[in-house]
């Protein structure tokens, strides 16, 4: 399975957020959107970073004076993981776990594309083995004709 077939079901859309914007902004967006991530675009939607709340954790533990005036790009990622729609669901979850991130912004010709997260990731990959395993099952009852 690829990004592609997991965004062909989720969907496209991605909340995204402006490096200008206060951290309370992060919150009011994690929370509103029920998400674990904002890409943080410039005006021509340009991924400049990504924030996770474990980011705006830090901010809090280290600046807790500030962090009523911190805006986005004091605590955003700029070094953004990137897949393409074509990019195998394994590749993923591999690049995933190697890198501690929870989720990776799906590029297509240079434009945003859609979000894959971790979860998204596991639930592909239980659909991809259940089918396997039913398949099989058919196969050992002899429910295919040899």
Do not use: W
């Not at 986005?72 to 195998?88: F, K, L, N």
């Not at 434009?111 to 099989?136: F, H, P």
């Amino acid at each position: 399975m690829k990004a592609k077939e997991i965004l062909a079901e989720k969907g496209t859309r991605v909340i995204t957020i402006h490096k200008d914007n206060l951290l309370i902004d992060v919150t009011s967006y994690f929370f509103a959107n029920r998400i674990g991530s904002l890409v943080v675009v410039d005006k021509y939607d340009k991924i400049l970073g990504i924030v996770a709340p474990n980011d705006v954790l830090k901010a809090l533990h280290h600046h807790p004076d500030r962090v009523s005036e911190m805006v986005v790009s004091e605590i955003m990622t700029e070094d953004v993981i990137v897949a393409m729609p074509d990019e195998d669901i394994e590749r993923m979850m591999a690049i995933m776990t190697e890198n501690r991130i929870r989720h990776i912004p799906i590029i297509e010709n240079g434009k945003l594309a859609g979000i894959v997260s971790i979860g998204d990731v596991v639930k592909a990959l239980m659909t991809v083995q259940d089918v396997e395993i039913n398949y099989l099952k058919d196969y050992i009852e002899g429910k295919y004709p040899a």
